[in-house]
């Protein structure tokens, strides 16, 4: 089982709060903080998704270059 999801080339953490009964997680590897959450694994992915899809419309509408994680 792996603790990480991979979309558009984004790599986001899968972490659960057992306190808060919530699954959420970030983009890793970037600067700018993307966050997500769902009750459960496929909402999860879904917001994922959305926070992704949110942050590149957000760089095309302001003109600025979304960052990338640096591969070696």
Same mark, same amino acid.
């Given at each position: ?16 709060? *057992?306190?808060?009964?919530? !699954?959420?997680?970030? /983009? ?9 959450? +769902? %009750?459960?694994?496929? *909402?999860?992915?879904?917001? !994922?998704?959305?926070? /992704? ?9 302001? +003109? %600025? ?8």
């Amino acid at each position: 089982m792996k603790n990480w999801m991979n979309y558009k080339g984004y790599i986001g953490s899968m972490e659960f709060s *057992e306190e808060d009964n919530v !699954f959420y997680g970030k /983009v890793q590897g970037i600067r700018s903080l993307i966050s997500y959450e +769902g %009750t459960n694994v496929n *909402e999860l992915a879904g917001d !994922f998704h959305n926070a /992704v899809d949110e942050y590149l419309e957000s760089c095309r509408q302001d +003109g %600025t270059k979304p960052e990338r994680i640096f591969h070696v």
